[in-house]
């Protein structure tokens, strides 16, 4: 079916979208230090938070792709935005970790799993010769509420305490959120109107593919690798001696590099092809810690967090290209929430690790090692899914 113009409101569409609820998610490294503060809490303890959010949205992210699929995107991921800001809300007068567990580890979790994957795996369909850059430019929106939010937080946090300034985010994402939502609608090809909509594998079908399965591996691998930085880096900069809106500006330059990442390489691999970028990109993550392990000053971490972003906004933005390249269009958002999930025990365990890794020995050097092999394992796992390619259907 031929390209609509209406699909790059889509994009931009989910471009928003992507930037509110990861704008949240990563301003948990401009509250890190006020949780541990206020609950006199150890970085380990701190970081279930963030791990524990991000389990929930990698784990229900497949249970909102098939809402999305069976209700569309709109109203599910205005659900999300509603149930974000609920959290932060809820966040803002807790009294105790336990609390914010609940209200920022599961309700903001449960928030950005009904708009993430429902938004990003919504555009893959509006797009054939331009997916790859489609679905860069979208998901760059990451890289953007990753620049953005956390630095605003910093600064709010400056003329505010962290609950007013939570309770500000909260406003901000239910305003922004619900206006970007309501403009996400499916694809004229994927509302079952014809048989074009029918084309691709069910996702029971997908699930027994080897492509799917060394797929999902290599995610379940990298994700530790991808994640840890966004709840240590910051602190590793205060360890090096680096002031605090520095050490949070550090997230925004994740934030940058991912946002070249998203563009640049999303329109080189439509023409490289998208698998071959994946590996590469992979193996370009776990390259990138050598920046942070041999850092002494900020010099090495800009370097780190402009290397990891690009590494890390590639691979993200590359993989629901590759789950419709594959799988094809039938129950695309169900097979990009499934894939997702892979990430969730290492969006948990991964940071609360590394912190516990920390608190025992008092640097990151095993924290680094570790998610280098990791690196290396998802970069051969990729390449096996490569291998195996395009299902057939």
């Known amino acids: ?30 509250f890190f230090e006020s949780f541990a503060t206020e609950f006199a809490a150890q970085r380990a303890d701190v970081s279930w938070i963030f791990g524990l959010s991000g389990f929930v949205y990698f784990v229900m992210g497949a249970g909102g792709g098939m809402l999305a699929d069976r209700f569309g995107p709109r109203w599910v991921c205005s659900l999300g935005m509603v149930l974000v800001a609920l959290g932060l809300l809820l966040t803002s007068w807790a009294q105790s970790l336990w609390a914010v567990y609940l209200s920022y580890g599961l309700l903001v979790g449960l928030g950005i799993a009904f708009v993430y994957t429902p938004s990003i795996a919504n555009v893959q369909p509006w797009f054939t010769t331009r997916r790859g850059l489609a679905g860069g430019i979208a998901s760059s929106g990451v890289g953007a509420g990753t620049l953005l939010v956390p630095v605003l937080v910093s600064l709010a946090l400056g003329h505010m305490p962290w609950r007013e300034a939570m309770q500000v985010l909260a406003l901000g994402v239910l305003l922004l959120g619900l206006m970007a939502a309501s403009l996400l609608k499916k694809a004229p090809r994927a509302d079952g109107a014809g048989q074009a909509a029918a084309s691709g594998l069910s996702l029971k079908q997908t699930l027994q593919t080897p492509t799917f399965r060394w797929f999902y591996l290599a995610v379940v691998l990298a994700s530790p690798v991808m994640f840890i930085p966004f709840a240590h880096v910051s602190a590793s900069a205060r360890d090096l001696g680096l002031d ?67 590494s890390y906004g590639s691979i993200v933005s590359l993989l629901p290209a590759i789950c419709m390249d594959y799988f094809g269009a039938k129950s695309v958002a169900g097979v990009v929430g499934t894939l997702y999930s892979g990430a969730a025990v290492g969006n948990l365990l991964g940071p609360v690790l590394a912190g516990a890794l920390f608190d025992a020995t008092g640097h990151y050097h095993g924290v680094m090692a570790a998610c280098l092999v990791l690196s290396l394992s998802a970069t051969w796992a990729t390449a096996q899914m490569r291998r195996y390619g395009r299902a057939q259907y």
Request: glycine share 16%; hydrophobic share 60%; with cysteine.
């Open 244 to 310: 605090g809106s520095l050490a949070v500006g550090l997230v925004g330059l994740i934030g940058v590099g991912s946002l070249v990442g998203r563009f640049a390489i999303g329109w080189l691999a439509d023409r490289w092809g998208r698998a071959t970028t994946l590996v590469l990109m992979q193996l370009s993550m776990g390259l990138s810690y050598a920046a942070w392990w041999t850092a002494q000053g900020h010099w090495g971490l800009l370097l780190f967090a402009l290397w990891f972003g690009l």
């Open 1 to 30: 079916m031929k390209e609509t113009p209406y699909g790059w409101v889509v994009v931009w569409a989910t471009f928003a979208c992507l930037g509110v609820i990861f704008g949240v998610s990563y301003s948990f490294a401009a």
